[in-house]
């Protein structure tokens, strides 16, 4: 079984930054690609970012450009840098384990709430 806890979340003014942490028990951490989503009041769960066991990733275009993802092997810990929010990045944000490679999987965070106000 693994556990996963975010933490960071806040509030934020518009084009302020902040960074989200998910540290995952067990150790299978290293050998799972990882990924933030997020969901908006009133709204469907939204893919935000994937990090692979490589350290390769990928973005979705709401948030490229602003958003970094990485990861800490030796923490089993992967990270979001989220800078120039905007008030549509207000969402409660969920770190994701991947499922050989396929996402969602089943493994899923609490969620860290994150409001950005103008």
């Known amino acids: 079984q693994v556990q996963l806890v975010e933490s960071g979340g806040g509030l934020v003014q518009v084009g302020g930054s902040l960074r989200l942490s998910c540290q995952a028990s067990?150790?299978?951490?290293?050998?799972?690609?990882m990924a933030w989503y997020r969901q908006a009041p009133g709204k469907q769960r939204e893919w935000v970012a994937v990090i692979t066991t490589g350290g390769g990733t990928n973005y979705g275009d709401s948030v490229k450009g602003r958003f970094t993802i990485s990861r800490d092997n030796a923490k089993n810990t992967v990270y979001l840098q989220m800078s120039s929010l905007k008030p549509d990045d207000t969402a409660v944000y969920y770190c994701?384990?991947?499922?050989?490679?396929?996402?969602?999987?089943?493994?899923w965070g609490q969620g860290t709430q994150v409001t950005v106000s103008s």
């Open positions: 067990g150790s299978i951490f290293r050998a799972n690609a």
């Open positions: 994701n384990m991947g499922d050989s490679g396929r996402f969602p999987g089943q493994y």
